[in-house]
């Protein structure tokens, strides 16, 4: 987008079709590329939920990956409650143009990660104002490990206040609950069978030999080891001496940051989280700002600018991806579901895809609801300090759904050799 476009802002448009034509597609979608074969909300949750969305609200889920919006589109359209839901752009403009039309029509919105987007901003107001339930996303990305979660946005619960802040100015009572909502995922068989071919297909691409009866742990590392190390080769990265996986990642992510945002000629501040760093980059790139003097001072022709494009748009794709990751979230607790996790952001970068390899079901929860209404007179008094508390207060209620379902998963067992054969046997 040129540096003086107007913002591009994709409004929701609901219609009856809208909804219905999403009812069918999301059914597809939840079965046969989700494969998910079940939605299992406990009924005092889903109760909950219900009681709950009678008036206006805000549901936050988790968004390890693309799946959750499907399954919360699910929930909802069992508990026959239209919402609206707030979608990156850069999300939406990669979707089929017809399907993004479908989106539409069942009451998805953009926003533009990292600036402030005044339309999306507005578009929030007016629905809470109108007593309209919203889907928002407060990890604000997806970042593929369905047990660990990532800091949470402010910007939930600055938009809430200020729909809040609409209804008590049309005479509404003071009461806008934001729900907490985690979705976690199960296969339904054992899937030693998926790891190992997984650990297969990478350790051909990476040319690895693992020793003879290696354990998967220690194949899973090398690979990740591995990946690693061919990364930092293309980007003449050399980390000094031996050092563990986590600072390997640590220390490309600084690489890639800085030489990022020295090509945008961004000043980054250093205080910012991770996931700061990146909206900010992000939104850069799509603002267009890249245009580097080429060496006589004459702009770089558009091919050049375009190709520096993409290759900044993978280097913050692959930090993105990574972000979460980190040595012993599968040791803690081998299940398939972490390995799988851990796999299939590796497959996707190494290999340039990833299927579900199994039937899951989909574990629903409702976690306790944080009112905004309670916090108003404090959010008069002291704006920033109350968001912030807000939403370290909505981020436990979700660490609290995530720890009570964390162990759900069973272990996964090593491989037993086959037995040799007995002579004469």
């Not at 539409?104 to 507005?122: E, T």
């Not at 490309?252 to 980059?281: A, W």
Request: with cysteine.
């Amino acid at each position: 987008m040129p540096p003086d476009a107007e913002p591009v802002f994709l409004p929701p448009q609901e219609s009856l079709c809208g909804r219905w034509t999403m009812a069918w597609v999301s059914w597809l979608l939840q079965r046969f590329w989700l494969r998910v074969t079940e939605i299992d909300l406990p009924e005092a949750d889903e109760q909950r939920l219900a009681e709950l969305l009678r008036g206006p609200s805000i549901v936050c889920p988790n968004h390890p990956s693309l799946h959750e919006p499907v399954v919360i589109y699910r929930v909802l359209h069992r508990l026959r409650r239209p919402a609206r839901y707030l979608t990156a752009l850069d999300t939406m403009q990669v979707l089929a143009p017809l399907f993004r039309k479908v989106c539409q029509g069942c009451g998805v919105y953009s926003i533009r990660r990292g600036v402030a987007d005044r339309q999306a901003f507005a578009a929030t107001k007016q629905s809470l104002r109108d007593g309209r339930t919203v889907v928002i996303f407060p990890e604000g990305e997806t970042y593929g490990l369905n047990d660990r979660l990532l800091n949470f946005q402010d910007g939930v619960v600055q938009m809430g206040f200020w729909g809040l802040q609409e209804r008590l100015e049309a005479g509404h009572e003071a009461h806008l609950p934001i729900i907490p909502v985690y979705v976690k995922y199960l296969y339904h068989r054992p899937m030693g069978w998926a790891i190992d071919s997984s650990l297969q297909r990478l350790e051909a691409r990476l040319q690895l030999t693992p020793p003879a009866g290696a354990p998967r742990y220690d194949r899973l590392r090398a690979v990740g080891f591995g990946f690693l190390r061919g990364v930092e080769q293309e980007f003449g990265i050399q980390p000094a001496g031996e050092v563990s996986l986590d600072e390997h990642i640590d220390h490309l992510f600084r690489f890639i940051l800085r030489q990022v945002s020295e090509g945008l000629q961004l000043n980054v501040p250093d205080d910012l989280t991770l996931q700061q760093k990146l909206r900010r980059l992000f939104a850069a790139l799509q603002d267009g700002r890249l245009k580097s003097p080429g060496p006589n001072g004459e702009d770089e022709p558009a091919e050049s600018l375009e190709g520096a494009r993409a290759q900044y748009h993978r280097e913050l794709s692959l930090v993105q991806t990574f972000q979460a990751v980190r040595d012993g979230y599968v040791a803690e607790h081998p299940s398939a579901e972490r390995y799988l996790d851990v796999l299939s952001r590796l497959e996707r970068e190494v290999l340039g895809k990833w299927l579900v390899p199994g039937r899951r079901r989909a574990l629903v929860r409702v976690g306790e609801p944080v009112d905004l209404g309670d916090h108003w007179q404090a959010y008069r008094a002291d704006r920033k300090a109350t968001v912030a508390a807000v939403t370290d207060e909505l981020h436990r209620q979700m660490q609290r759904l995530v720890d009570d379902l964390a162990h759900l998963a069973p272990l996964v067992a090593e491989p037993h050799p086959e037995p040799a054969p007995r002579l004469g046997g």
